[in-house]
């Protein structure tokens, strides 16, 4: 989960075997303030589910406010309202 205004990671889930072991070094990276830059410019390991977590590169929806928005500009727009 991604704060749009400061593109801070703000939470992370994932629900597979071994999400444990890769939450544990997520939890840390979220901690230190980690952007989703930082995380896009993490190589994976390939093939591993954890490779999942650095691969996000474009959002699948956006939420403004506890609401579903249809883009990015819209959540900027709110913002900066």
Not at 43 to 69: C, D, F, N, Q, W
Request: hydrophobic share 40%; charged share 25%; aromatic share 4%.
């Amino acid at each position: 989960i991604v704060d749009a205004a400061s593109d801070r990671v703000v939470g992370v889930h994932i629900a597979t075997d071994g999400a444990g072991e890769m939450m544990q070094g997520i939890g840390i990276a979220v901690k230190m303030g980690a952007t989703k830059k930082d995380f896009d410019n993490t190589i994976g390991i390939h093939p591993t589910s954890a490779e999942e977590l650095v691969t996000m590169r474009t959002p699948s929806y956006y939420y403004r406010g506890g609401k579903k928005v249809d883009s990015l500009d819209e959540v900027k727009e709110a913002v900066a309202a």
